[in-house]
């Protein structure tokens, strides 16, 4: 855990600016100033409301009744001005919050989406602390958290200021005998009031400062156990099949007691906390009567003035107090800035990886993929594949084997350039149109025209097109569902999953395409279908599959088989059907 140092606030400010620095910044400002124009005549009317006790209370202990209701009256207007002005500081608050949570939103998306942040946090990091509730949860809070402070610490400033004078003023004299000497304390109830919120704050932080702790963990703790749950959903089909609901529950159970044991400790504390807070603030309705009391006793002050003197106080009081009563949001909002400073400085961390990589690319010839002394690793360093160099022209469709575990699959990522422990030479060929299709493809959620056309933005394909690609891909039965919006990637099987990847590419029609045991779902028969149908339809489209069916051989020009130790061989294939 972070203390609030320096680092911290640094950090802080790092999240804080990138908005104030955008290109809002200027519309931002005029709603900041706005809001601060209206936190100063929140103040400013409580100034007014504080005379008017004075005034009020004063009419009444002179039973003049003419004064009493002239004061009412004035209450009135008071009120609708007070009220207008905190219905705007909260409108005018709340549309920023949501422009600055827009913005940041949008920020963070790109940036743990661009240079493939997301899948290579996944590699380096895969106990990542959930960045799916850093962007959409955790950025929430820190907008809403850092306004809500902020502008509270802005009027709490204010509003000492302004009541410190008037305490002051009231306050008089206060004469203390002490051994025989009369001593003479100007201001003493401003004395008291910022020694009465000093003790305050001091033992809030000394209670209150392991609810940072415990809200980060605790935030933590929630977000693996709805991580779980959604695995679940998303895994619902294999679960059932294993017949592993009790195995799940148990994993469920485990995490929930996480929560539930680190909830506890959090209620004990903030309990503790509850129990000086209340106290504190049910003894600072009464001291403040306590001590000016006497002066009004002794008549150097009428009621109005005892009511307006202790009304004063309250305000300096609250104002001094402002951190003892926002101490668990304070506790909140630090832990907010700590998760997301740390998922930060993950994608900062991979995305400088992607401007490291090892792997030496470049544009060779419009029609040859050249690969040269290419060493494939493991994230821990182990060796997978030593010195690959081949040479692979247009039209040369290449077969990958070799043993499970081998590297196959990690050897199409290093080709497609997202696998960043590799080193050596890779010349692409220009222009590089590529598709990539794992074993189980990825159906986004939408439409089925959506899935066709992934990741396409906008492209518009005429319905005859897809309908019959369907049909050529043996997919009669959806032809007519092509706006159907389902969570395809649970309605479909694995097979009709992979025939719906193979259409995508023979709408996408890419100059390269890497299949990883993209047919492992299908028969035979239907996989050699999927492959002439490739052949026949994409003639200019470089084929590079990983597979271990022998019957695949005959669908490719060059079988590289991956052996022991990192060794390889490349041979060319007679007999291409």
């Known amino acids: 855990m972070q203390k609030l140092d320096r680092s911290f606030?640094?950090?802080?400010?790092?999240?804080?600016?990138?908005?104030?620095?955008?290109?809002?910044?200027?519309?931002?400002?005029?709603?900041?100033?706005?809001?601060?124009?209206?936190?100063?005549?929140?103040?400013?009317?409580?100034?007014?409301?504080?005379?008017?006790?004075?005034?009020?209370?004063?009419?009444?202990?002179?039973?003049?009744?003419?004064?009493?209701?002239?004061?009412?009256?004035?209450?009135?207007?008071?009120?609708?001005?007070?009220?207008?002005?905190?219905?705007?500081?909260?409108?005018?608050?709340?549309?920023?919050?949501?422009?600055?949570?827009?913005?940041?939103?949008?920020?963070?998306?790109?940036?743990?989406l661009s240079k493939q942040a997301y899948y290579m946090m996944q590699v380096f990091y895969p106990g990542a602390d959930n960045p799916d509730q850093r962007i959409s949860e955790d950025i929430r809070s820190f907008v809403s958290l850092t306004l809500g402070l902020s502008l509270g610490l802005l009027r709490a400033t204010v509003t000492l200021i302004s009541f410190i004078i008037i305490l002051w003023n009231l306050s008089g004299v206060l004469t203390v005998p002490f051994q025989g000497h009369e001593y003479a304390i100007p201001g003493y109830m401003v004395w008291l009031s910022l020694v009465y919120s000093a003790v305050g704050t001091w033992l809030t932080v000394k209670i209150g400062w392991p609810l940072v702790g415990l809200n980060f963990d605790q935030q933590r703790y929630e977000a693996n156990f709805r991580f779980n749950l959604v695995r679940i959903r998303e895994n619902s089909e294999s679960i059932a099949l294993y017949s592993g609901e009790p195995r799940e529950e148990q994993g469920l159970v485990n995490r929930f007691s996480q929560v539930v044991a680190n909830y506890w400790q959090l209620i004990k504390r903030q309990k503790k906390l509850t129990w000086f807070t209340a106290g504190y603030g049910q003894l600072a309705a009464i001291f403040p009567l306590l001590i000016a009391m006497p002066r009004y006793f002794s008549k150097q002050i009428a009621l109005g003035g005892l009511l307006q003197t202790v009304s004063a106080f309250r305000q300096v009081q609250d104002a001094l107090s402002f951190f003892v009563d926002n101490y668990s949001t304070l506790a909140e909002w630090q832990a907010v800035v700590n998760r997301l400073l740390g998922f930060i400085e993950n994608v900062d961390k991979v995305q400088a990886v992607s401007h490291e990589k090892q792997l030496k690319t470049g544009n060779g010839s419009e029609n040859t993929m050249t690969v040269a002394g290419l060493d494939v690793l493991l994230p821990d360093g182990e060796s997978l594949l030593q010195g690959l160099t081949f040479t692979l022209k247009k039209g040369e469709d290449l077969l990958i084997t070799g043993p499970s575990g081998s590297g196959k699959s990690t050897l199409l990522r290093a080709l497609a350039g997202i696998w960043p422990f590799c080193h050596g030479t890779m010349q692409l060929p220009t222009p590089y149109s590529v598709m990539f299709s794992p074993q189980k493809p990825y159906l986004p959620l939408g439409s089925l025209r959506d899935s066709l056309l992934y990741p396409t933005v906008g492209k518009v394909v005429d319905d005859c097109i897809l309908e019959n690609v369907l049909i050529r891909c043996k997919l009669n039965h959806l032809a007519g569902q092509l706006d159907r919006s389902e969570n395809w990637s649970h309605i479909l099987s694995l097979g009709e999953q992979q025939r719906i990847a193979f259409a995508r590419a023979l709408i996408m029609r890419p100059d390269w395409l890497f299949l990883d045991e993209a047919t492992s779902g299908l028969d035979e028969d239907l996989e050699l279908t999927m492959y002439q149908l490739v052949s026949q339809e994409l003639q200019d489209t470089t084929v590079i599959s990983v597979g271990h069916r022998t019957t695949l051989t005959g669908c490719h020009s060059l079988k590289l088989t991956i052996l022991e130790k990192g060794r390889w061989q490349i041979v060319p294939i007679t007999e291409k059907r």
């Open 9 to 112: 606030f640094r950090g802080m400010w790092k999240l804080t600016k990138l908005y104030w620095q955008s290109t809002e910044k200027w519309r931002a400002l005029l709603l900041l100033v706005a809001i601060i124009i209206l936190a100063l005549g929140h103040v400013y009317m409580l100034v007014l409301f504080n005379e008017w006790y004075n005034e009020f209370y004063s009419a009444l202990q002179n039973y003049d009744k003419t004064g009493a209701l002239s004061s009412i009256g004035r209450f009135f207007i008071l009120a609708v001005i007070y009220i207008i002005i905190q219905v705007y500081e909260i409108y005018l608050r709340q549309m920023l919050e949501i422009k600055w949570r827009n913005w940041l939103t949008r920020y963070y998306l790109k940036q743990w």
